[in-house]
Each structure stands twice: as structure tokens, then as C-alpha cells.
């Protein structure tokens, strides 16, 4: 227990029923059992507390005398200073820590949280190695963790965007024009069978730590893909891949691949330094090194820094440092920061209105909350009429209204633009809904439903809903590590989360083909196998419209069956000031940092 933390706890165990600066009465051993050590080490504490001009002291002198202590600093403005100094120094985690458990009875907290408010945004701070122009300074709070920022391991959108950030790979997809454009290479071929594949590398392409890349980077990059990790099936059917010479790259298929220049755009195909991850791979996955157009300066629980690369072989970004501050999970909705002094992205939280002259884009997401449930496992949810019930019973379009905040839409699919053509939701069929319950032979078994923190109110919006209709739900939450375990995914009988298409075809492919998707780990073995079925179709069809189709009828079936229930389609809202430009939501939801900049310096900004 820190100093600090020792004179809030003994505000809260002697201040109540006295006042300012009044002394009273203590013993050491009440001292020793406030600050958890021994006698000799409450002496060193309380001298300490007095040179720091916490408490007032007057030693008790011989036997039966007591000692008199005085507290001289409000609770309420020191807590509030001490959070900001540790937030200052980049610890919010701790920030955060102190008034959870000292803030209570005091407005410490929301002091805290209007304080904070004023730093996010876009700033120009002093530097003194910019000769006077300062550092532009994009500061952003981010609810939710950076799971890794390791290419071959990623599987969140928010970890996606990150890596896209740090890294480059061989191809990009353009979202605007639908097409594939050069990466880090500039031309390739593929030969008139289909079976090999060669890509040009761009000269002058250097990683962060100022090797260039080459090819045998590529190589390496994937052939540790290959060597079983989460993203593998994406290069199914590649026998070898060989460096031609440093800047040209070759893959030898075993059968045509006609979306392999796809998968190439992936954010898991990024392209790693194979020096750096040999000499110690471990050491990699905590301070990654890419050639994208930001490098990453710290990594800490709390907070994440970036700042630009100024030898991005593209165009250096405008902004010169990107601050990512990682609040807490378990941060109120309603005490998150709002009207942030210039950029407002955001995700999870209810509508806040921006000021009149502020911009507004609203974007809703490629993809769905679902819940998906365990065909691997007994239980009522086995039966298909037991989850028709709870599909109807769902009540999305109460979703909607009583949660509200980005909940946009009824899910029918995957989808947002096949929402749109579907009828608005009728009231729930009550009598449908036990007549189905009925027919599953439902005698009021439980079931267990796991979500995560972004999540959890559409959870539980489910499990209360359940409980009108006598079905007994155990909800268990989770964080975003522990939901992918691989026991808890086999243990649970459903998983609600979202999916969000980033990659369109290649993402829908995920669903189906990615180690630990849930969708995937809870299909039947007979549904699985005809998934594969179809997933071959797909990959083997060289028309998009045609892959399209075979995915709709994956997408059928599991309405069909219930397997999965589509829920809602969210959206991102983001508000900035109008002379913040470069402002746009890229396919994963969130704000490319690369082309943000400020027209006006921040002072002519009122």
C-alpha cells in the first residue's frame, strides 16, 4: 500500500463525525491494522504522512498516553489531484483503481471524469524537437482491451485495426472501389493454371527498426501461418512458398486459388521482420515491430501510444502521436467522457448530441449481434423448437427502444442491407412461444448463455426475457480473453457476441473456417461437414456473385435451424469539429488515423 493510498485509508477509518484538521485520539495498533504492517513500520508511515503534510501528529508519551492525530488534506481535492497525477504519468488503470475504492460519498470521480474529458481530442502539444511546431496529438478513449498485436494471432476488430496501423501487407483491398491494390507489392501474376503465384516487392520499404523488407520476410511471414496457427485455412491448398531473389516472392498451389490475392489483404497476412520474431518471438508479441504507417512507443494495460512513421514508403501521417486510453470494462455508460474538446468516436454508449457547427457520420456496421448456440452439447437448446422460441421471444425491436443507444436495426442475416428489405417486428406471439416450448418438451432445464462486457446488456435484455417465459437462464460474463477459452466455448450452451464483416467475403469465411470461432466450435458434425461442402464450392468459384450465393445458403440454413438467432445491426457514430479533416470509419468501425489533421491550430477552435 502506497502513502497515498494509507492517508485515504485512514480518512476513511477515523475521519467520519469529525472536523477539518481536528485531532483525536489514536493507538498504534489501530494504526497497524489500517495499514496492514507491523508496529515498527507504522512509525516510518506516519513519519512519512507528516513530511508530506497529510496529517498532523503528536506522539503519545509514556504509558496510558495516546497518541493525537489530525488529517489536514480534504479527501475529496486530494483524491481528485492524485488521480490526475497518476493519469498525467500514463498509469489511468490506477487512476481508475483509487477512486473505485476512495471515491465513494464524494464527487472525486466525476471531478475526475470532466478533467479527463478536456484532454481527449486532437491537440498540439509543445515539443521542443518540432522548432516550434509542436506535435498534432490525436488522444482517444478506447472500452475495450488490445487482446494482441501479433498478426498470426488476431481475431478482434479492435486488434485488427491496430495491426493495420503497425503493419503492411503484400496486397491491400480498397473499401471505396471493391478492388485489390498494391501493398508492399507493387505487380504480380498468376500463371495460366492457376498454380503459381508471383509477387514484385517494392523497393525501399523499411521496417520500424530501419531493416528493409524483403522477400524472405514474406516467406517467413508465411510459413509461420502455415505452421497451424488460428488463421492457417486462409492459405489452404499453398504447397511452398519461395523467395526469387530479394524483392520477388513465388506460391506454388496445389489447386487453383482465385481468392488468394484476398486473403493476402488480411490483417493476419501482415508482413513481420523475420530477424526480430526469431531472435525472440515472445519479446515481439509485447513490442511488435511492422513498416505500417505508425510505430508503437508503449504498450501498458491502460494506455497505448503511437507515433507516426516518418519513413512511410506511402506518405508519412499528418499526426504526429496517436494516445489510445484503455478504460475500464466495468466504466459507467453514463459517466463516460462526452463532447470531447474536437473528435468523438463512438461505439457502445448511448447518443450524446454534439455541439450545433459539429460534423456528424454515421456508419453502421457490416455485421450483426447473434447468439449461437452449442449443438456439441445436451440440452433443451438442442431442439429446434426450443430455439425458435427464444427467437421469437427475443424482442428485438424492444431491444431497440428500451436499450436504445447504437442499437440500430433487427438482424434476419449477417447482414445490414438485407435488414433493411425485412418487415418491422410484430409484438411477441406469447401464445407461440409456449406452444413452441411445448412442443421442445421444456420442463424448465437450465441453460447457461456467456457474453462479454460490450455485450452484456443485450445478454441479459435475453435472459430476462427467458425468465418471463419460465426459462431458467445462468448468464455468465466474461472478459475478452477468458470468452475464448476453448473449455468455457465447449462448456456453455450459447455465446452471444457480435461478428463484424471488416474483409466482406474473406470475414464470412472466418465464421466457418477460423480456429475458435464460435460458430464454427458449436456447429453439429453433420452441419460442419456440409458447411465444408459449400466452402470448397466457394473457394473454388471464380465469380463474386457466385461465392455470394453459396454463402446466402450457408446463411439460410442456419436461420433455418435456429442454429444461430440474429439479433440486432449496430452502428458507430462519430462526431467531430469541421476543422478537423481526414475523418472517416474504415470497414472494422473505427477512425483511420493515418489521414486525420487539424486545419486551424487548436486555439482558433471555439
Same mark, same amino acid.
Given at each position: ?203 525501399? !520499404?523499411?521496417? @520500424?527498426?530501419?531493416? %528493409?523488407?524483403?522477400? =524472405?520476410?514474406?516467406?517467413? #511471414? +508465411? *510459413?509461420?501461418?502455415?505452421? /497451424? ?114 473528435? !468523438?468516436?463512438? @461505439?457502445?454508449?448511448? %447518443?450524446?448530441?454534439? =455541439?450545433?457547427?459539429?460534423? #456528424? +457520420? *454515421?456508419?453502421?456496421?457490416? /455485421? ?239
Amino acid at each position: 500500500m502506497s502513502a497515498e493510498e494509507r492517508y485515504l485509508a485512514l480518512y476513511d477509518r477515523f475521519h467520519a463525525g469529525h472536523q477539518p484538521d481536528e485531532a483525536y485520539e489514536v493507538t498504534l495498533d489501530e494504526l497497524m491494522e489500517v495499514f496492514y504492517c507491523t508496529r515498527r513500520n507504522v512509525k516510518f508511515v506516519i513519519r512519512k504522512l507528516v513530511d508530506e503534510g497529510l496529517i498532523g501528529w503528536q506522539a503519545g508519551l509514556g504509558r496510558g498516553h495516546r497518541s493525537r492525530l489530525a488529517l489536514l488534506v480534504e479527501k475529496e481535492r486530494y483524491l481528485f489531484e492524485l488521480a490526475v497525477r497518476h493519469a498525467r504519468s500514463g498509469e489511468y488503470k490506477y487512476a481508475f483503481e483509487l477512486l473505485e475504492r476512495y471515491g465513494g460519498n464524494t464527487a472525486a470521480r466525476e471531478r475526475f471524469m470532466a478533467w479527463l474529458n478536456d484532454q481527449f481530442g486532437y491537440h498540439q502539444e509543445a515539443d521542443e524537437q518540432t522548432d516550434g511546431f509542436g506535435l498534432d496529438t490525436l488522444r482517444l478513449p478506447v472500452y475495450r482491451p488490445i487482446t494482441t498485436l501479433d498478426p498470426a494471432m488476431v481475431y478482434y476488430c479492435f486488434d485488427s485495426h491496430m495491426i493495420r496501423q503497425l503493419y503492411d501487407r503484400l496486397l491491400r483491398f480498397d473499401e471505396a472501389t471493391g478492388r485489390i491494390v498494391p501493398g508492399i507489392a507493387h505487380y504480380w501474376t498468376r500463371s495460366e493454371d492457376g498454380l503459381v503465384w508471383t509477387f514484385h516487392l517494392r523497393k525501399g !520499404v523499411r521496417f @520500424h527498426h530501419g531493416r %528493409e523488407v524483403d522477400a =524472405e520476410d514474406v516467406v517467413f #511471414t +508465411i *510459413e509461420r501461418q502455415l505452421r /497451424g496457427l488460428p488463421n492457417s485455412w486462409m492459405l489452404d491448398g499453398v504447397e511452398s512458398v519461395a523467395a526469387e531473389g530479394p524483392r520477388i516472392v513465388t506460391f506454388t498451389l496445389s489447386k487453383p486459388k482465385s481468392l488468394l490475392p484476398r486473403f493476402l489483404c488480411g490483417s493476419s497476412m501482415s508482413i513481420v521482420p523475420k530477424d526480430l520474431v526469431q531472435q525472440d518471438a515472445e519479446a515481439f508479441g509485447r513490442h511488435p515491430v511492422g513498416s505500417g504507417p505508425f510505430k508503437l512507443v508503449k504498450w501498458a494495460e491502460d494506455h497505448v501510444v503511437l507515433a507516426a512513421y516518418t519513413d512511410y514508403f506511402e506518405r508519412r501521417p499528418h499526426l504526429d502521436t496517436v494516445e489510445l486510453i484503455l478504460m475500464p470494462d466495468d466504466h459507467p455508460a453514463g459517466s463516460r467522457p462526452k463532447d470531447w474538446k474536437q473528435l !468523438v468516436t463512438d @461505439h457502445e454508449s448511448a %447518443e450524446e448530441k454534439p =455541439e450545433l457547427e459539429w460534423q #456528424t +457520420i *454515421e456508419e453502421v456496421d457490416q /455485421g450483426c449481434t447473434l447468439l449461437t448456440w452449442n449443438m456439441k452439447k445436451e440440452g433443451p437448446h438442442r431442439h429446434r423448437s426450443f430455439r425458435q422460441a427464444i427467437d421469437l421471444l427475443a424482442d428485438r425491436g424492444g431491444m431497440i427502444r428500451v436499450l436504445g443507444g447504437n442499437r440500430k436495426l433487427a438482424a434476419s442475416g449477417f447482414r445490414y442491407e438485407a435488414a433493411n428489405s425485412k418487415p418491422p417486428e410484430q409484438a411477441v406471439d406469447k401464445r407461440r412461444v409456449n406452444s413452441l416450448l411445448a412442443e421442445a418438451g421444456y420442463a424448465g432445464e437450465p441453460i447457461t448463455i456467456s457474453s462479454y462486457s460490450i455485450h452484456e446488456q443485450d445478454a441479459r435484455w435475453i435472459v430476462d426475457r427467458c425468465a418471463e417465459f419460465g426459462i431458467s437462464v445462468e448468464f455468465r460474463l466474461e472478459d475478452w480473453h477468458t470468452i475464448r477459452d476453448p473449455e468455457l466455448v465447449a462448456s456453455v450452451d450459447g455465446i452471444l457476441y457480435g461478428v463484424v464483416f471488416a474483409e466482406d467475403e474473406v470475414c464470412e469465411l472466418e465464421l466457418y473456417e477460423q480456429e475458435g470461432s464460435f460458430i464454427k466450435e458449436h456447429l453439429d458434425p453433420e452441419f460442419r461437414q456440409w458447411v465444408r461442402g459449400r466452402i470448397d464450392e466457394a473457394m473454388a468459384a471464380e465469380n463474386p456473385d457466385d461465392r455470394r450465393r453459396v454463402f446466402l445458403r450457408i446463411e439460410q440454413r442456419l436461420r433455418d435451424e435456429c442454429s444461430v438467432l440474429f439479433l440486432l445491426h449496430k452502428k458507430v457514430t462519430t462526431h467531430f469539429h469541421p476543422d478537423v479533416k481526414g475523418v472517416s470509419i474504415n470497414s472494422l468501425g473505427w477512425i483511420d488515423f493515418q489521414h486525420v489533421w487539424l486545419e486551424k491550430p487548436r486555439e482558433q477552435i471555439g
